[in-house]
Structures are given as C-alpha cells and as structure tokens.
C-alpha cells in the first residue's frame, strides 16, 4: 500500500525530464520569434477537418513519451496553425506575443495561482493593480480610475454593461428580469460601427438585441453625437429607458474615433453611463501625439483597453477601468462562507469585480512586457507601426487602380481595387475578395476585409514586432501582381 503511494505513476513528470522538455521548447520558441515565424505560411493551409483526422478519437490509456508528443506538435499541430506571430500577419489587428510576454506566460503557468481572493495569492491581487495604475497613467487617464484585468474586451465590456445597469437602480440584481411588468424597455446606445461585443453583451444581460440601438456614422466613421441626442429624446418619449452609450477609440473596421467629450456632454445631462471601448487604439496614448484620442475619455464611467491587441502582451489580456468600482462590486459580489478571510472587505478581492472566481495571473507578463520595452521603448513601437502604416496609405494614394477607403490616424489602412468605370458594385465587391483570397495563398502576409460604405473593404493591420518595410513592400508587389493577373485575364 506504502509503496502504491510512493508509485512515481501519481506524482508529475520527474524535474529532468521537464528541464530537457522545457530547454528544447524555449530553444524552439526562441529561433521561431527570431524569425518572425517567416519559414511557415502565415495562414493555415489546411482544410476543415485535416487536423482532427490526424488526431485519435480517444486520450491515451498508456503514458506517451514527450518527444512523441512534441513531434505530432510539429508534424499535425503546427501545420493548422495560423501564426499570429509572423511578420506577415496584418489582418484584423495585427498583435504580438512578445519575448517577455512568453517568459511571464511560463511563470504563471509554473505557479498556477488562483488569485480569486488577495489571500489565495496576494502578489496577483497587488501586482495587477499596481501594473494597472502604471498602464493608466502611460496612456494619460486620471490617477482615480481603478482597474483590473479580464480575458477580452468583450467580457470587459459586459461587465461594464452589467454596472451600467445596476446603476441604473432598477433592482435587477434581485429580482431579475423575468415576468415584470414594472420594468421598462431599455436602451445601449453605440455607432453602427461599435464592435459585435456590445451587442453580444445587450443578449447576455437579457435586455435583447432590440435594447441596441446603432447610430449612424459621419464621412470617417465617427459617431454622428446629434444623432445620440436625437436617439434619446425619441426613446424617452416613447417610455423607453436609456441605459448607457458606448463610444469607440478605434472601432473594429477603420480605427475612427468617437467624439468622447460631446458623447460625454450629452451622458452627463442625461444621466447615462458611459463605456468607452478603447480595445486596439488605447495602447496609442502611450504617445504623447496620440493622446487626443483619449480626449474625454476621462469622464467615461468605465474604460476598456487591450493589452494583447497592439501592447506586445500574449493573448489574453483586458484592461478594464471605472470611476465606479462600488458598482462593480454592487453588480457582482457575492460571498458564501468558503470565500470569506478575515481579510474580507479590508483588501481587494478581485473576484468581486466580475463574473469569474478563479483568476490567471496575467499581471505577470504584463509587467515582463512593459519592464522589458519601458514605456519609451514601447512608444517606439508603436510610431514605427504607424509610419509603415502611413507609408502604406501612401503608396495605395498613389496607386491608379486602388483607392484608399478611410483616415488612417494609427496603423490600420483599408483599402480596395477600384475596378474599372463600367464595374458594378457587385463587381468590385467581387474582384477585391477574389485580390484577398490571392494575396492570402501567397503565405506570405495575411489581411483581412470589412465592408465599408463604398462596399468591400481590404483591411491592412500593422501591430506586430517582426513586421518590417521588407514585409510592407512584399505585401504591395503581391497586391501588384495578384491585380496585375486579375484585371489582364
Ligand atoms: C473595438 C473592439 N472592441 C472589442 C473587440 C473584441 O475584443 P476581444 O477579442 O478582446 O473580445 C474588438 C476586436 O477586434 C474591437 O476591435
């Protein structure tokens, strides 16, 4: 029975194998960060299904050899994966999982704490906020928002959706939603050009899709701010309740930027909550020339901006800030007995703020990141994104068969084919999907489209640490050449 316990078969993999394993891995990981992940194609070549055929329908009964499973790593993972991490990747928003970002993910994958509670793990509790504060005060927000972490924007903006409501003090926390006839329809106001989340955030919370309500944009892509006063003088003489707005810094499509103050003015007549989703353009404020993006935004009641999109932080981290963290915690906190420490309501239990108990401890890479970069070497990273992108804009300007389909304030650049004077939009839209299909087989760059108001739009997203002029200049001679075969065919 003694020596049943002391079986080496219950216990983890001995320390060698594990230092063998781990020295091979981060060899690895080094050589493909230093490449840029430029040997592989950077979108997957593989067709639904090819990975999950290679893989056995069942767990192993028996303890499989690591190599073995590194080398299916190699041979069956790797090939369907698409590598965010290449210097060719430009679409969406182009991110990074950075050096020190990878070293501050091992960490805290070695220590494995749940900081649900400061007791459970007092050092995450402390550095987040700590870390958070900086953050704050890097991209120019006053020192009396509290923030903490989450996994994405869009669980960030939920919660900042589920305060707004609480704050609303329609006493929804207790009795929910379900069979009243005393509430109100409700109302989140956003630009037709807000992202999906907080649409998806209206169905979760139970107001409804119907409870969103887009507002139109002007010729860049901003917010049309009479338009949201018109909005809520409608809604509220028809007995609907507005709830709060949600403006964006750097929307999804073209990285407009909202006109925070004026959505601001009217969020403080009318007592409305105001979300800002800063998620890509957020970390811009870092620079000192940026900053006027944020401008307003430090009379937003809740603020969310992304680490992991253009922060150099490994995927995923949210940075979620509000003026109101006792609404938060009104919203969301909820103690049993197993939960309680004599340190309760002394000290900041993250779990309060949130949906979610346990807790990575994320803070860990964001520290590695910005003490690795600092914020000077950060804010270099960020402007030479930026003048590629510009550099970009400019040669589409300058292109006779492209034209360019928005501002480009940060280091996204849309695009398209202009197709020839007798084209139909139909045909446009069809000839720039087939240009994006081609420029994605070369494995070269990978870019992504939206639809704009002219129509199909080819979207161009610099945020990635290996991207070089060698890469933007590779994507426009395959945009000249995959033209060149399309419009001579
Ligand atoms: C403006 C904006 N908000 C929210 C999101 C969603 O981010 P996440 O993937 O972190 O939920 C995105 C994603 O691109 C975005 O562009």
Redesign the pocket.
């Known amino acids: 029975m003694t020596k049943d316990l002391e079986s080496p078969s219950t216990g983890d993999i001995p320390a060698d194998e594990l230092r063998r394993q781990a020295h091979r891995m981060v060899d690895w990981i080094a050589d493909y960060l230093e490449a840029g992940a430029r040997p592989y194609p950077v979108l997957a070549r593989v067709n639904p299904g090819d990975v999950s055929s290679r893989l056995p329908a069942r767990a192993p009964e028996e303890p499989e050899p690591l190599d073995a499973v590194w080398d299916d790593f190699l041979k069956i993972v790797l090939p369907g994966v698409t590598h965010w991490n290449h210097a060719g990747f430009m679409a969406?928003?182009g991110i990074t999982g950075s050096g020190p970002g990878v070293l501050g993910e091992m960490l805290s994958a070695a220590l494995n704490v749940n900081g649900m509670l400061w007791r459970t793990c007092p050092s995450a509790t402390e550095l987040e906020l700590v870390v958070l504060d900086w953050l704050r005060d890097a991209i120019g927000l006053p020192p009396g928002l509290f923030g903490f972490l989450t996994?994405?924007?869009?669980?960030?903006?939920l919660l900042a959706l589920a305060a707004a409501r609480e704050a609303a003090g329609l006493d929804i926390r207790e009795r929910g939603m379900g069979g009243r006839t005393d509430l109100p329809r409700m109302r989140v106001y956003a630009s037709d050009q807000?992202?999906s989340?907080i649409a998806k955030a209206c169905i979760t919370l139970g107001l409804g899709l119907d409870s969103f309500r887009a507002l139109p944009h002007d010729e860049a892509y901003r917010v049309d701010a009479s338009a949201l006063a018109n909005a809520i003088a409608e809604d509220r003489a028809a007995g609907i309740r507005p709830l709060a707005v949600v403006a964006?810094v750097?929307?999804?499509s073209t990285t407009s930027v909202d006109p925070v103050a004026s959505i601001a003015d009217i969020c403080e007549r009318e007592d409305l909550w105001l979300h800002v989703?800063?998620?890509?353009a957020g970390s811009a404020a870092v620079c000192p020339e940026k900053r006027w993006c944020l401008e307003g935004c430090e009379r937003a009641d809740s603020f969310?901006f992304?680490p992991?999109?253009w922060l150099f932080t490994p995927i995923?981290a949210?940075a979620l800030y509000t003026r109101h963290p006792e609404i938060f915690k009104r919203a969301f906190s909820l103690i049993p007995e197993y939960l309680t420490t004599p340190e309760t309501g002394t000290v900041v239990d993250l779990m309060d703020y949130g949906v979610q108990l346990g807790r990575r401890f994320r803070a860990l890479k964001l520290w590695w990141v910005l003490r690795a970069f600092g914020l000077e070497g950060i804010r270099a990273r960020l402007r030479h994104h930026m003048g590629m992108a510009q550099s970009f804009a400019g040669w589409v300007d300058r292109h006779p068969a492209l034209e360019r389909l928005a501002p480009v304030p940060f280091s996204v650049v849309n695009f398209r084919a202009a197709g020839t004077p007798s084209s139909s939009p139909a045909e446009v839209d069809a000839l720039n999907l087939e240009l994006l299909e081609r420029i994605n087989a070369s494995g070269e760059v990978y870019i992504s489209h939206t639809r704009l108001d002219p129509g199909i739009a080819l979207h161009v997203a610099i945020g990635n640490l290996h991207t070089t002029p060698g890469e933007i200049g590779r994507l426009e001679t395959v945009i000249d050449e995959e033209l060149a075969c399309l419009l001579n065919r």
Do not use: L, P, R
């Open positions: 969406y928003f996994d994405t924007a869009s669980i960030s903006s807000a992202h989340s964006t750097g929307t999804t989703d800063a998620a890509y969310v992304n992991h999109k995923d949210s």
